[in-house]
Every structure is written in C-alpha cells, then in structure tokens.
C-alpha cells in the first residue's frame, strides 16, 4: 500500500518480479516474470515475461505482456483516466527484433476531460541494424481512424527518416471538447528537408 503524487487515498498493489537462471557462462539464460495485481476481484491486471541470453549478439530470446483493465490514472495522478486491455510481443529477428501490440481502451474520451481518445491500437514495430520500423499502425479513435508507417535510421536522425500517415473521420471535439465538431479526413507525408 502507497501514496503517490497528487493522489489523497493511498493505493493498494500486490506486485511481484523475479529473475531465474543463470548468469554466468555464454550460454547464460535469465526468465523474467513480473506482474501487477491489485487485491479486487474485476481491477487492473497486468504480467510481463521474458527470457533474455545477456552474452549473445541477440540478449533478447523472446518478451510478452498482457494487460487488463489497466487504469493510468490509478498508478500515476497526472495520467489519463482508461481501461485498457491488450497484449505486446517482442521477437528477435537477425540481428534485430520485431514486436506487435494490441490494446483496446473502454473507456475513451477527450484529454481536457482525463480521458484517452483511443479505442482500439494494433501495431507492428522492427528494428534492425540501427533502422526503427512502424511497419504498420492502426488506431480507432475520435469517431475515426489513422493509418501510419514511418521509418528512422538511429545513426541519422536529422535527414534519415520518414513518416506517412492517412486520417480518415476524426472529430476534433472528440480529442478536445473545446474543439468545433467536424470530420477530418487526409493524409500526411514528413520528411527531412532537401539540403
């Protein structure tokens, strides 16, 4: 049970992580678990697992979390009110990884009123010899839906990038209840300046 910033009632978490397995040698392996259990029966849930080789050229052998009913604003004050439910994966791949995630929110609403305005999020993300990937975001939010893609090479960031994103139906009164109600729809191209 504790006290957080900004927060009068103290919050009560049942939390656990562990780290199994052996450090020492090459073919070290360590299996992490950690989970975030609040003592009533319907509340947020949230476990991590992952399994990581620290000496290989690739520590990461595999990660996964799933969460539900996750409540930002109970762990942190400042943070959105939500009720998110999803999952996340990572998995290597080469010399880098890939990962997925899936998180649906039942309780959106604009951020002047501590809500998200994200219903639904699936993503797929790579990285790979310093190149950062959003293969693929799709998010269901404010009456509407955005599609992106973006790219950026770590050892460039001021030209070596790139994003495209298509917005189709977004209300902005449903991001900001000060905002005039309307439906927006385009698409969006940015990218570094020539020179």
Do not use: C, Y
């Not at 006290?3 to 992490?32: M, T, W």
């Not at 990572?90 to 959106?108: I, Q, R, Y």
């Not at 002047?112 to 219903?119: A, F, G, H, W, Y």
């Amino acid at each position: 049970q504790t006290a957080l910033p900004g927060r009068k009632e103290p919050i009560e978490v049942v939390a656990h992580a562990s780290v199994v397995g052996a450090l020492a040698g090459q073919n070290a392996a360590l299996d992490v678990q950690a989970s975030l259990i609040p003592p009533t029966a319907q509340a947020m849930q949230a476990q991590a697992t992952a399994r990581i080789q620290p000496w290989s050229v690739q520590p990461l052998v595999q990660a996964q979390a799933q969460w539900q009913s996750l409540d930002l604003a109970t762990l942190w004050p400042q943070a959105p009110r939500t009720r998110l439910s999803g999952q996340a994966a990572v998995t290597p791949d080469g010399d880098g990884w890939k990962s997925t995630v899936e998180a649906s929110n039942a309780l959106p609403g604009p951020w002047d009123q501590q809500r998200l305005p994200l219903e639904k999020l699936n993503a797929r993300l790579a990285f790979n010899k310093n190149l950062w990937s959003l293969e693929s975001l799709q998010a269901r939010g404010a009456q509407g839906r955005v599609d992106a893609q973006a790219q950026a090479n770590a050892d460039n960031l001021a030209t070596g990038w790139l994003g495209l994103a298509t917005v189709t139906g977004i209300n902005p009164a449903a991001l900001h209840s000060q905002l005039a109600a309307a439906s927006i729809s385009g698409s969006l191209r940015a990218e570094p300046a020539d020179g």
